[in-house]
Protein backbone atom coordinates (compact mmCIF):
# COMPACT_ATOMS: atom_id res chain seq x y z
CA UNK A 1 0.00 0.00 0.00
CA UNK A 2 1.59 3.32 -1.41
CA UNK A 3 2.02 5.80 2.15
CA UNK A 4 2.57 9.42 1.31
CA UNK A 5 2.89 10.25 4.59
CA UNK A 6 5.75 7.81 5.73
CA UNK A 7 7.22 9.43 1.80
CA UNK A 8 7.57 12.92 3.56
CA UNK A 9 8.40 12.02 6.54
CA UNK A 10 11.48 10.20 5.74
CA UNK A 11 11.96 12.70 3.04
CA UNK A 12 12.08 15.77 6.08
CA UNK A 13 14.22 13.40 8.17
CA UNK A 14 16.47 13.30 5.32
CA UNK A 15 16.38 17.23 5.14
CA UNK A 16 15.14 17.62 1.81
CA UNK A 17 17.86 16.46 -0.52
CA UNK A 18 17.67 17.37 -4.17
CA UNK A 19 16.09 14.68 -6.58
CA UNK A 20 17.38 14.69 -9.59
CA UNK A 21 15.30 15.44 -12.96
CA UNK A 22 14.42 11.42 -13.23
CA UNK A 23 13.32 11.81 -9.37
CA UNK A 24 15.95 9.73 -8.70
CA UNK A 25 18.10 10.38 -4.83
CA UNK A 26 21.36 9.83 -4.78
CA UNK A 27 23.22 10.28 -0.97
CA UNK A 28 26.21 9.41 0.67
CA UNK A 29 26.94 10.08 4.44
CA UNK A 30 29.64 9.51 6.06
CA UNK A 31 28.89 9.69 10.20
CA UNK A 32 26.29 6.91 11.27
CA UNK A 33 23.03 8.70 12.22
CA UNK A 34 19.85 6.30 13.73
CA UNK A 35 17.98 8.85 11.47
CA UNK A 36 19.16 7.80 8.20
CA UNK A 37 18.12 4.17 9.43
CA UNK A 38 14.78 4.87 10.31
CA UNK A 39 14.25 7.45 6.89
CA UNK A 40 15.49 4.17 4.80
CA UNK A 41 12.75 2.03 6.87
CA UNK A 42 10.16 4.92 5.84
CA UNK A 43 11.04 4.80 2.22
CA UNK A 44 10.89 1.41 2.09
CA UNK A 45 7.39 1.13 3.50
CA UNK A 46 6.32 4.12 1.60
CA UNK A 47 6.09 1.82 -1.55
CA UNK A 48 6.68 5.02 -3.21
CA UNK A 49 9.55 4.37 -5.36
CA UNK A 50 12.46 1.54 -4.91
CA UNK A 51 16.03 1.11 -4.07
CA UNK A 52 18.46 0.98 -6.85
CA UNK A 53 21.43 0.06 -4.46
CA UNK A 54 22.70 0.37 -0.78
CA UNK A 55 26.37 0.39 0.04
CA UNK A 56 27.58 0.36 3.50
CA UNK A 57 30.85 0.64 3.83
CA UNK A 58 31.77 0.00 0.61
CA UNK A 59 29.94 -3.46 0.00
CA UNK A 60 26.40 -3.51 -1.50
CA UNK A 61 23.59 -5.10 0.26
CA UNK A 62 20.31 -6.40 -0.23
CA UNK A 63 17.76 -4.35 -1.29
CA UNK A 64 15.41 -5.77 1.45
CA UNK A 65 18.00 -6.10 4.15
CA UNK A 66 17.62 -4.62 7.26
CA UNK A 67 20.23 -2.02 7.99
CA UNK A 68 23.48 -2.41 10.55
CA UNK A 69 22.94 -0.35 13.54
CA UNK A 70 26.88 0.48 13.18
CA UNK A 71 28.29 1.92 10.08
CA UNK A 72 30.89 4.67 8.86
CA UNK A 73 30.04 5.02 5.52
CA UNK A 74 26.43 4.68 3.66
CA UNK A 75 25.09 5.29 0.01
CA UNK A 76 22.06 4.52 -1.93
CA UNK A 77 20.08 5.42 -4.64
CA UNK A 78 16.50 5.95 -4.54
CA UNK A 79 14.31 6.22 -7.29
CA UNK A 80 10.27 7.63 -7.10
CA UNK A 81 7.56 5.49 -9.19
CA UNK A 82 6.77 7.37 -12.12
CA UNK A 83 3.32 5.94 -12.53
CA UNK A 84 0.16 8.05 -11.82
CA UNK A 85 -0.78 6.03 -8.26
CA UNK A 86 2.27 8.14 -6.68
CA UNK A 87 1.08 11.91 -6.30
CA UNK A 88 4.26 13.25 -5.67
CA UNK A 89 5.73 15.48 -7.70
CA UNK A 90 8.43 17.96 -8.27
CA UNK A 91 7.19 21.06 -8.19
CA UNK A 92 3.70 22.32 -8.92
CA UNK A 93 4.38 22.43 -12.62
CA UNK A 94 4.86 18.78 -12.57
CA UNK A 95 1.48 18.86 -10.62
CA UNK A 96 -0.23 20.49 -13.02
CA UNK A 97 1.00 18.23 -16.23
CA UNK A 98 0.61 15.06 -15.05
CA UNK A 99 -2.15 15.40 -12.78
CA UNK A 100 -5.00 15.77 -15.58
CA UNK A 101 -7.97 15.23 -13.36
CA UNK A 102 -7.19 19.09 -12.51
CA UNK A 103 -8.64 20.61 -16.16
CA UNK A 104 -11.93 18.73 -14.16
CA UNK A 105 -11.53 20.84 -11.02
CA UNK A 106 -10.45 18.28 -9.04
CA UNK A 107 -6.75 18.21 -6.81
CA UNK A 108 -5.43 14.03 -6.07
CA UNK A 109 -6.74 13.11 -2.68
CA UNK A 110 -3.57 13.33 -1.54
CA UNK A 111 -0.45 15.06 -2.74
CA UNK A 112 3.41 16.31 -1.81
CA UNK A 113 5.14 18.59 -3.79
CA UNK A 114 8.56 18.50 -3.07
CA UNK A 115 10.09 21.80 -4.33
CA UNK A 116 7.32 23.28 -2.15
CA UNK A 117 7.35 20.90 0.61
CA UNK A 118 3.70 20.95 0.71
CA UNK A 119 1.80 18.04 1.93
CA UNK A 120 -1.80 18.40 0.86
CA UNK A 121 -3.30 16.16 4.38
CA UNK A 122 -1.23 18.88 6.58
CA UNK A 123 -4.39 21.31 6.83
CA UNK A 124 -2.17 24.10 8.48
CA UNK A 125 0.01 24.33 5.27
CA UNK A 126 -0.59 27.70 3.14
CA UNK A 127 1.12 28.15 0.03
CA UNK A 128 0.40 31.00 -2.44
CA UNK A 129 0.47 28.58 -5.67
CA UNK A 130 -1.41 26.00 -4.16
CA UNK A 131 -4.20 28.19 -2.83
CA UNK A 132 -4.60 30.10 -6.31
CA UNK A 133 -4.57 26.31 -7.76
CA UNK A 134 -7.37 25.31 -5.44
CA UNK A 135 -9.39 28.12 -6.57
CA UNK A 136 -9.19 27.37 -10.07
CA UNK A 137 -10.24 23.97 -9.62
CA UNK A 138 -13.11 25.24 -7.59
CA UNK A 139 -13.90 27.66 -10.20
CA UNK A 140 -13.57 24.99 -12.84
CA UNK A 141 -15.99 22.57 -10.56
CA UNK A 142 -18.88 25.96 -10.13
CA UNK A 143 -18.45 26.40 -14.59
CA UNK A 144 -18.93 22.93 -14.64
CA UNK A 145 -22.27 23.26 -12.39
CA UNK A 146 -23.61 26.11 -14.35
CA UNK A 147 -22.82 24.99 -17.98
CA UNK A 148 -25.48 23.69 -19.58
CA UNK A 149 -24.10 20.71 -19.99
CA UNK A 150 -20.21 18.73 -20.82
CA UNK A 151 -18.75 17.53 -23.63
CA UNK A 152 -16.97 14.53 -22.50
CA UNK A 153 -15.37 12.83 -24.90
CA UNK A 154 -13.86 9.04 -24.65
CA UNK A 155 -10.32 11.32 -24.64
CA UNK A 156 -9.66 11.83 -20.74
CA UNK A 157 -8.16 15.01 -21.26
CA UNK A 158 -11.33 16.41 -23.82
CA UNK A 159 -13.57 17.86 -21.15
CA UNK A 160 -15.34 21.09 -22.21
CA UNK A 161 -18.18 22.80 -20.71
CA UNK A 162 -20.73 24.53 -22.93
CA UNK A 163 -22.72 27.88 -22.49
CA UNK A 164 -25.99 28.11 -24.61
CA UNK A 165 -26.88 31.25 -25.95
CA UNK A 166 -30.26 31.75 -24.22
CA UNK A 167 -31.51 34.01 -26.95
CA UNK A 168 -30.39 31.62 -29.81
CA UNK A 169 -31.80 28.32 -28.57
CA UNK A 170 -33.15 27.92 -32.19
CA UNK A 171 -29.87 28.52 -33.73
CA UNK A 172 -27.86 26.74 -30.94
CA UNK A 173 -25.09 29.25 -30.95
CA UNK A 174 -22.69 28.44 -28.24
CA UNK A 175 -19.62 29.21 -26.08
CA UNK A 176 -17.24 26.45 -25.11
CA UNK A 177 -15.14 26.76 -22.68
CA UNK A 178 -12.38 23.70 -22.20
CA UNK A 179 -10.54 24.34 -19.09
CA UNK A 180 -7.08 23.80 -18.79
CA UNK A 181 -5.20 24.88 -15.87
CA UNK A 182 -0.86 26.15 -16.92
CA UNK A 183 1.09 27.34 -14.35
CA UNK A 184 0.72 31.04 -15.96
CA UNK A 185 -2.81 31.23 -14.98
CA UNK A 186 -1.84 30.62 -11.13
CA UNK A 187 -0.37 34.66 -11.16
CA UNK A 188 -3.99 35.48 -11.28
CA UNK A 189 -6.31 36.14 -8.17
CA UNK A 190 -9.33 35.28 -8.59
CA UNK A 191 -12.32 34.64 -5.58
CA UNK A 192 -14.51 31.44 -6.72
CA UNK A 193 -16.70 32.29 -3.87
CA UNK A 194 -18.83 35.38 -5.86
CA UNK A 195 -20.51 32.04 -8.08
CA UNK A 196 -20.19 29.54 -5.45
CA UNK A 197 -23.54 30.52 -4.13
CA UNK A 198 -25.14 29.73 -7.79
CA UNK A 199 -24.53 26.01 -7.14
CA UNK A 200 -27.51 24.22 -7.93
CA UNK A 201 -26.99 22.18 -4.18
CA UNK A 202 -28.03 25.81 -2.91
CA UNK A 203 -31.70 25.27 -4.77
CA UNK A 204 -33.95 25.72 -1.71
CA UNK A 205 -31.53 28.75 -0.17
CA UNK A 206 -32.36 31.06 -3.19
CA UNK A 207 -35.86 31.13 -4.75
CA UNK A 208 -34.25 33.57 -7.85
CA UNK A 209 -31.22 30.89 -7.76
CA UNK A 210 -32.67 29.79 -11.09
CA UNK A 211 -33.19 32.82 -12.94
CA UNK A 212 -29.71 34.00 -10.92
CA UNK A 213 -27.59 30.73 -12.60
CA UNK A 214 -29.56 31.89 -16.28
CA UNK A 215 -27.85 35.45 -15.54
CA UNK A 216 -24.29 34.08 -15.32
CA UNK A 217 -24.77 32.20 -18.41
CA UNK A 218 -26.10 34.83 -20.33
CA UNK A 219 -22.78 37.03 -18.88
CA UNK A 220 -20.60 34.41 -19.54
CA UNK A 221 -21.72 33.81 -23.38
CA UNK A 222 -21.43 37.99 -23.35
CA UNK A 223 -18.10 37.99 -22.14
CA UNK A 224 -16.54 35.19 -24.32
CA UNK A 225 -18.78 35.92 -27.27
CA UNK A 226 -15.85 36.31 -30.58
CA UNK A 227 -13.02 34.54 -29.19
CA UNK A 228 -12.41 31.14 -30.88
CA UNK A 229 -10.10 28.67 -29.19
CA UNK A 230 -11.98 26.97 -26.53
CA UNK A 231 -8.58 27.05 -23.91
CA UNK A 232 -8.12 30.85 -24.78
CA UNK A 233 -11.77 31.38 -23.40
CA UNK A 234 -10.76 29.80 -20.06
CA UNK A 235 -7.63 32.16 -19.93
CA UNK A 236 -9.20 35.37 -20.58
CA UNK A 237 -12.01 34.05 -18.60
CA UNK A 238 -9.30 33.97 -15.70
CA UNK A 239 -7.59 36.75 -16.72
CA UNK A 240 -10.02 39.47 -16.71
CA UNK A 241 -12.22 37.97 -13.73
CA UNK A 242 -12.42 40.92 -12.11
CA UNK A 243 -14.15 43.02 -15.35
CA UNK A 244 -16.24 39.47 -15.53
CA UNK A 245 -17.61 39.54 -12.42
CA UNK A 246 -18.45 43.46 -12.49
CA UNK A 247 -20.51 42.50 -15.48
CA UNK A 248 -22.28 39.81 -13.91
CA UNK A 249 -23.04 42.08 -11.08
CA UNK A 250 -24.57 44.62 -13.63
CA UNK A 251 -26.71 42.09 -15.11
CA UNK A 252 -28.22 41.29 -11.75
CA UNK A 253 -28.55 44.09 -10.75
CA UNK A 254 -30.41 45.19 -13.53
CA UNK A 255 -32.63 42.35 -12.99
CA UNK A 256 -33.17 42.36 -9.68
CA UNK A 257 -34.26 46.23 -10.34
CA UNK A 258 -36.35 45.30 -12.61
CA UNK A 259 -38.00 42.85 -10.14
CA UNK A 260 -38.51 45.04 -7.79
CA UNK A 261 -39.99 47.78 -9.74
CA UNK A 262 -42.28 45.11 -10.86
CA UNK A 263 -43.36 44.39 -6.94
CA UNK A 264 -43.53 47.71 -6.22
CA UNK A 265 -45.75 48.17 -8.95
CA UNK A 266 -47.83 45.40 -8.06
CA UNK A 267 -47.58 46.85 -4.19
CA UNK A 268 -49.33 49.93 -6.20
CA UNK A 269 -52.06 48.52 -8.00
CA UNK A 270 -53.09 46.51 -4.83
CA UNK A 271 -53.19 49.81 -2.47
CA UNK A 272 -55.01 51.46 -5.74
CA UNK A 273 -57.29 48.95 -5.74
CA UNK A 274 -58.02 48.30 -2.20
CA UNK A 275 -58.00 52.38 -1.16
CA UNK A 276 -61.13 52.56 -4.17
CA UNK A 277 -62.78 49.31 -2.46
CA UNK A 278 -63.07 51.06 0.56
CA UNK A 279 -63.95 54.28 -0.82
CA UNK A 280 -66.41 52.37 -2.92
CA UNK A 281 -67.67 51.14 0.04
CA UNK A 282 -68.27 54.31 1.94
CA UNK A 283 -70.70 55.20 -1.37
CA UNK A 284 -72.38 52.33 -0.74
CA UNK A 285 -73.28 52.21 2.58
CA UNK A 286 -74.95 55.90 2.35
CA UNK A 287 -76.21 55.03 -0.99
CA UNK A 288 -79.61 53.48 1.21
CA UNK A 289 -79.02 56.15 3.81
CA UNK A 290 -79.52 59.16 1.57
CA UNK A 291 -82.86 57.47 0.11
CA UNK A 292 -84.37 58.62 3.42
CA UNK A 293 -84.21 62.76 2.32
CA UNK A 294 -86.81 62.11 -0.63
CA UNK A 295 -88.58 60.15 1.78
CA UNK A 296 -88.73 62.33 4.89
CA UNK A 297 -88.92 65.46 2.43
CA UNK A 298 -92.60 63.61 1.22
CA UNK A 299 -93.37 62.61 4.97
CA UNK A 300 -94.21 66.85 4.90
CA UNK A 301 -97.24 66.60 2.95
CA UNK A 302 -98.70 64.62 6.26
CA UNK A 303 -98.18 67.91 8.39
CA UNK A 304 -100.25 69.72 5.69
CA UNK A 305 -103.24 66.60 6.07
CA UNK A 306 -102.79 66.62 9.45
CA UNK A 307 -106.47 67.76 11.71
CA UNK A 308 -104.68 69.06 14.35
CA UNK A 309 -101.57 71.15 15.71
CA UNK A 310 -100.54 68.10 17.60
CA UNK A 311 -100.83 65.62 15.32
CA UNK A 312 -98.73 68.07 12.55
CA UNK A 313 -96.58 68.57 15.48
CA UNK A 314 -95.49 64.85 15.60
CA UNK A 315 -95.39 64.52 12.36
CA UNK A 316 -92.12 67.31 12.56
CA UNK A 317 -91.18 65.79 15.58
CA UNK A 318 -90.28 61.95 13.52
CA UNK A 319 -88.99 64.19 10.44
CA UNK A 320 -86.66 66.11 12.42
CA UNK A 321 -85.32 62.72 14.83
CA UNK A 322 -85.05 61.33 10.95
CA UNK A 323 -83.05 63.96 9.74
CA UNK A 324 -80.64 64.02 13.08
CA UNK A 325 -80.15 60.10 12.81
CA UNK A 326 -79.11 60.60 9.15
CA UNK A 327 -76.62 63.25 10.21
CA UNK A 328 -74.77 61.64 12.86
CA UNK A 329 -74.69 58.56 10.19
CA UNK A 330 -73.05 60.63 7.77
CA UNK A 331 -70.78 62.14 10.19
CA UNK A 332 -69.18 58.53 11.36
CA UNK A 333 -68.99 57.85 7.33
CA UNK A 334 -67.16 61.15 7.37
CA UNK A 335 -64.70 59.80 10.15
CA UNK A 336 -64.47 56.89 8.68
CA UNK A 337 -63.54 58.75 4.59
CA UNK A 338 -60.67 60.56 7.31
CA UNK A 339 -58.91 56.98 8.10
CA UNK A 340 -59.44 55.58 4.74
CA UNK A 341 -57.74 59.04 3.30
CA UNK A 342 -54.77 58.83 6.36
CA UNK A 343 -53.98 55.52 5.18
CA UNK A 344 -53.73 55.81 1.48
CA UNK A 345 -51.09 59.04 1.99
CA UNK A 346 -48.98 55.91 4.27
CA UNK A 347 -49.27 53.46 1.61
CA UNK A 348 -48.12 56.20 -1.21
CA UNK A 349 -45.47 58.52 0.65
CA UNK A 350 -42.78 55.39 0.59
CA UNK A 351 -43.32 55.08 -3.11
CA UNK A 352 -43.59 58.89 -3.73
CA UNK A 353 -39.83 59.16 -2.25
CA UNK A 354 -38.58 56.79 -4.40
CA UNK A 355 -40.68 57.70 -7.63
CA UNK A 356 -37.30 59.31 -8.57
CA UNK A 357 -35.19 56.27 -8.67
CA UNK A 358 -38.33 54.60 -10.35
CA UNK A 359 -38.40 53.57 -14.24
CA UNK A 360 -40.49 55.96 -16.19
CA UNK A 361 -43.31 54.05 -16.89
CA UNK A 362 -43.81 52.91 -12.87
CA UNK A 363 -43.35 56.66 -12.16
CA UNK A 364 -46.51 57.57 -14.64
CA UNK A 365 -48.25 54.46 -13.26
CA UNK A 366 -47.93 56.05 -9.36
CA UNK A 367 -48.67 59.39 -10.81
CA UNK A 368 -52.18 58.28 -12.72
CA UNK A 369 -53.21 56.23 -9.11
CA UNK A 370 -52.55 59.20 -7.07
CA UNK A 371 -54.34 61.60 -9.22
CA UNK A 372 -57.16 59.25 -9.69
CA UNK A 373 -57.53 58.25 -5.94
CA UNK A 374 -57.36 61.85 -5.09
CA UNK A 375 -60.19 62.83 -7.50
CA UNK A 376 -62.56 60.36 -6.13
CA UNK A 377 -61.55 61.84 -2.73
CA UNK A 378 -62.38 65.03 -3.69
CA UNK A 379 -65.56 63.60 -5.03
CA UNK A 380 -66.48 61.93 -1.93
CA UNK A 381 -66.02 64.52 0.38
CA UNK A 382 -67.88 67.38 -1.44
CA UNK A 383 -70.89 64.88 -1.77
CA UNK A 384 -70.95 63.65 2.05
CA UNK A 385 -70.53 67.63 2.89
CA UNK A 386 -73.52 68.20 0.57
CA UNK A 387 -75.49 65.44 1.87
CA UNK A 388 -74.91 66.83 5.53
CA UNK A 389 -76.92 69.62 4.45
CA UNK A 390 -79.91 67.84 2.17
CA UNK A 391 -80.04 65.67 5.45
CA UNK A 392 -81.71 68.98 6.95
CA UNK A 393 -83.96 69.97 4.32
CA UNK A 394 -87.19 67.97 5.09
CA UNK A 395 -86.64 68.97 8.75
CA UNK A 396 -86.89 72.73 8.01
CA UNK A 397 -88.95 72.05 5.18
CA UNK A 398 -91.67 70.40 7.58
CA UNK A 399 -91.16 72.42 10.17
CA UNK A 400 -91.28 75.79 8.14
CA UNK A 401 -94.95 74.42 6.89
CA UNK A 402 -96.35 73.40 10.21
CA UNK A 403 -95.31 76.84 11.46
CA UNK A 404 -97.02 78.64 8.62
CA UNK A 405 -100.19 76.24 8.89
CA UNK A 406 -100.83 76.42 12.70
CA UNK A 407 -99.46 80.10 12.96
CA UNK A 408 -102.32 81.05 15.50
CA UNK A 409 -102.28 78.20 17.68
CA UNK A 410 -98.60 78.35 18.28
CA UNK A 411 -98.77 81.99 18.65
CA UNK A 412 -101.39 81.18 21.63
CA UNK A 413 -99.66 78.63 22.47
CA UNK A 414 -96.83 80.33 23.19
CA UNK A 415 -98.16 83.42 24.73
CA UNK A 416 -100.03 81.10 27.17
CA UNK A 417 -96.42 79.04 27.68
CA UNK A 418 -95.20 82.61 28.21
CA UNK A 419 -98.41 83.94 30.47
CA UNK A 420 -97.68 80.44 32.81
CA UNK A 421 -94.16 81.46 33.29
CA UNK A 422 -94.70 85.12 34.43
CA UNK A 423 -97.53 83.96 36.65
CA UNK A 424 -94.86 81.81 38.13
CA UNK A 425 -92.57 84.23 37.95
CA UNK A 426 -95.38 86.53 40.32
CA UNK A 427 -96.15 84.18 42.81
CA UNK A 428 -92.51 83.15 43.45
CA UNK A 429 -92.22 87.20 43.90
CA UNK A 430 -94.80 87.32 46.30
CA UNK A 431 -93.79 84.34 48.70
CA UNK A 432 -90.43 85.89 48.70
CA UNK A 433 -91.90 88.94 49.84
CA UNK A 434 -93.87 87.69 52.54
CA UNK A 435 -91.01 86.23 54.10
CA UNK A 436 -89.20 88.53 56.90
CA UNK A 437 -85.65 88.08 57.43
CA UNK A 438 -84.11 88.43 61.24
CA UNK A 439 -82.09 92.02 61.40
Not at 60 to 74: C, H, R, V
Not at 166 to 180: A, F, G, L, N, Y
Not at 247 to 252: K, P
Not at 373 to 392: F, P, Q, V
Request: glycine residues 2%; neutral net charge; hydrophobic residues 40%.
Amino acid sequence: MISISDFVKAYRSLERPHFASDLKLELTYDKFDSKICEAIKLLRSSNTGRFEEILIDGDEIKLDASIPDDWTKLEFSFKLQSSGDVHIYQNVSQLINKAKIINRGILPEIFFVIDENYFSSEKTCSNKKIDSLRNLCQLILCLADLAHYHDQKSNSESYKLVFIKEESIQSTKTVIIEPHITEALLTFEIEPATIQGLMEKNIDKNPQLLKERSIFRTSVTEFLDGTVDTKEKFYLLVQAWGNFISLFQNNLDTYLSGFSFHKAKQEVANAELTIAEQLSKIVSDISGKVLSIPISLAATIAVVKADTCFESSVVVLGVLMASGILAETLSAQKLQFERIKHSRSIIFSSHEKKSAQYPKDLQVFLSSAISGLDKNERKLKNSLRSLRLLCWLPAITAATTHAYLYKAELVLSWTSIIAYFIKIQDKLMQMLSSIHLPC
